[in-house]
């Protein structure tokens, strides 16, 4: 009803990628919709599906409690000597006991977790790893997507305490732009300029304001649709964002900024900067930002909330998965009944 209340009575004609064989050659599907008075549904149906409505806002909110108490559970099960795999297996418990099931469980400890898309092994816990939990449940057909870090320890170390500070400021500051008007590019823009100034004061960037140290550090965007899907109508949601997305009351988003420190990487240019830096230039930043980036070698870090904008602002609908430093150390110390499980 609400598609034949947009598109009047034209006929839907709903591209399927098989059919591009066939269509390609006769001009496309555009060609034949301007022959045959057809149209493209596609675009519709993104838009439809990225402003929830308050049955799928419901959903969603019940994926994410779900995956919330799952990583909680998780917290209390991560211990040196555990493996990626046991974590992963409490969310398989969790989600298993409400017929809900994983979209993505990501479970990435130490080295792992500078991979910015990971999935889970039987690599054994140590006690100097932090850990990157990238996590969602389908419930009835709608995804959740929470990232958290934490420390194997269940103390973040002086190190690992003054990356996860700058990463939350750069969040939170995120969130604070998601609201009915702004624009996801901006925030883009702002959020890496807040990790940027963390990274200065750090020590590990020389300028803020240059380009390829900004390519060096910001390895990914930090927002995109979910709903039924974990990167919602992603083809069209990157188009548009590219042409200028602005909030609206009703979408659900991430917020997701990240700083990752593979070990070596200051080694050489980067192949993907090599147009943007001379090797003599790298050499001198590399030997200033070298002895302090050493010290957060092998760390990642993500924190990945998901809002609703509303009509007054927004709603961080993640807030029961606990993200301050002295959240997650409390809850760390509590015992599991998963570590009677040899
Ligand atoms: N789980 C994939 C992402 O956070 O975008
Ligand atoms: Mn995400
Ligand atoms: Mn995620």
């Not at 732009?177 to 020389?206: F, Y």
Request: hydrophobic fraction near 45%.
């Amino acid at each position: 009803m609400i598609l034949s209340r947009s598109i009047g009575e034209a006929k839907i004609f709903a591209p399927f990628s098989a059919l591009d064989a066939i269509l390609i050659p006769l001009g496309g599907w555009a060609a034949l919709a301007r022959a045959s008075q057809l149209i493209n549904v596609d675009p519709v149906l993104a838009e439809m599906r990225i402003i929830k409505d308050a049955s799928e806002i419901e959903i969603l909110q019940r994926a994410i409690d779900l995956t919330a108490a799952a990583y909680i559970e998780a917290l209390k099960a991560a211990r040196p000597g555990r493996t990626e795999l046991d974590l992963k297996a409490v969310f398989q418990y969790m989600y298993s006991r409400r017929e809900a099931s994983s979209s993505f469980t990501q479970i990435a400890s130490g080295p792992n977790s500078v991979n910015i898309h990971f999935e889970s092994t039987g690599r054994i816990l140590s006690a100097g790893d932090l850990i990157v939990f990238d996590l969602g449940a389908w419930v009835d057909g709608y995804t959740s997507d929470i990232s958290r870090t934490v420390p194997v320890s269940g103390r973040f170390s002086r190190a690992q305490a003054e990356l996860y500070n700058v990463v939350l400021a750069a969040q939170k500051e995120g969130i604070r732009l998601m609201t009915a008007g702004n624009g996801i590019q901006k925030t883009q823009t702002v959020v890496e300029d807040a990790l940027l100034s963390g990274l200065k004061k750090l020590g590990l960037v020389t300028d803020p304001a240059s380009p390829w140290q900004r390519r060096f550090y910001i390895q990914h965007g930090f927002s995109h649709g979910i709903g039924l899907d974990i990167h919602d109508v992603w083809g069209w949601f990157s188009r548009q964002m590219r042409a200028g997305l602005v909030f609206k009351p009703g979408m659900v988003l991430t917020m997701e900024p990240g700083l990752y420190f593979p070990a070596g990487r200051l080694d050489k240019v980067p192949a993907e900067m090599k147009s943007m830096i001379s090797e003599a230039e790298w050499t001198a930043f590399a030997g200033k930002v070298g002895p302090i980036y050493k010290k957060f070698e092998n760390m990642g870090c993500r924190i990945e909330d998901d809002i609703l904008v509303t009509e007054t602002g927004n709603r961080v609908m993640t807030a029961g998965a606990p993200k301050e430093i002295a959240e997650i150390e409390t809850i760390m110390k509590g015992g599991s009944p998963f570590l009677q499980i040899k």
